[in-house]
């Protein structure tokens, strides 16, 4: 069974850096796209970016100076980096796999496993 | 970038009645995803490409939609169906994005 897990600090002061990362197991890292997404305060979801199986990277424009992921093959991990954290930061993280289905002559991609979700709140 | 609109933004609905979200989309797309959270839990997959079922969801959900108008509809809403739906599509340059959401309590 694909099973994801978040996780990192809690608390982040301003202005500094947020990291977490998301353990796979039951699916290779390397098949398929990891995204991270985050849901505010008051239910706004906003999708941060992905990480292909190739390694490429994809990010939300709003967020594309200050966001960056990774990953470590060898431990079937991938990784959030997000700089210059302010109040307006704070919110559940979740990440989750892509899974691919063919639709019409191409293909699309919906979230077929997610995380549990770290709460992340951004405060001194 | 495509946006998402969904209404409504909250509703209530007594077990027993039909229930129904819809999601505008700001430029036309070719399909809709739709996804259950409930508090404390992680989005679960609910119906993807605008009609398909995800794995466990019971068949008084359905969804439908073309071009920039989609619906998620319950027949016969029940009690365990009080959730949020999001709505959610995948555009070109890569982005993803999600509807508001909406608050379904039943009464």
């Known amino acids: 069974e694909v099973q994801l897990q978040e996780s990192g600090p809690g608390l982040v002061k301003p202005s500094q850096s947020l990291s977490l990362t998301c353990s796979v197991t039951?699916?290779?890292?390397?098949?398929?796209?990891w995204g991270w997404i985050r849901k505010f305060p008051g239910n706004k979801m906003e999708w941060m970016g992905y990480?292909?199986?190739?390694?490429?990277?994809s990010y939300n424009p709003s967020l594309k100076s200050r966001i960056s992921i990774t990953r470590d093959t060898s431990k079937n991990q991938f990784f959030l980096q997000l700089n210059s954290v302010t109040t307006e930061d704070t919110a559940t993280y979740y990440c989750?796999?892509?899974?691919?289905?063919?639709?019409?002559?191409?293909?699309?991609?919906?979230?077929?496993?997610w995380g549990q979700g770290v709460m992340v709140t951004v405060s001194s | 970038e495509i946006v998402l609109t969904q209404s409504p933004t909250t509703m209530a609905a007594s077990p027993g009645e039909k229930v129904t979200i819809t999601c505008h989309a700001s430029s036309s797309v070719s399909y809709m995803h739709w996804y259950q959270q409930k508090p404390g839990a992680s989005p679960k997959p609910w119906i993807y490409?605008?009609?398909t079922l995800a794995s466990g969801v019971p068949d008084r959900f359905s969804g439908s939609g073309s071009g920039t108008s989609y619906s998620l509809t319950i027949n016969n809403v029940e009690a365990e169906d009080a959730a949020t739906y999001y709505c959610?599509?995948?555009?070109?340059?890569?982005?993803?994005?999600f509807g508001a959401g909406t608050k379904l309590e039943l009464k």
């Open positions: 989750a796999r892509y899974a691919r289905i063919y639709y019409y002559s191409s293909y699309i991609y919906y979230f077929d496993y």
């Open positions: 990480i292909s199986y190739s390694g490429s990277t």
């Open positions: 490409a605008t009609s």
């Open positions: 959610q599509q995948w555009n070109y340059p890569p982005m993803n994005t």
């Open positions: 039951g699916y290779s890292i390397t098949s398929n796209y």
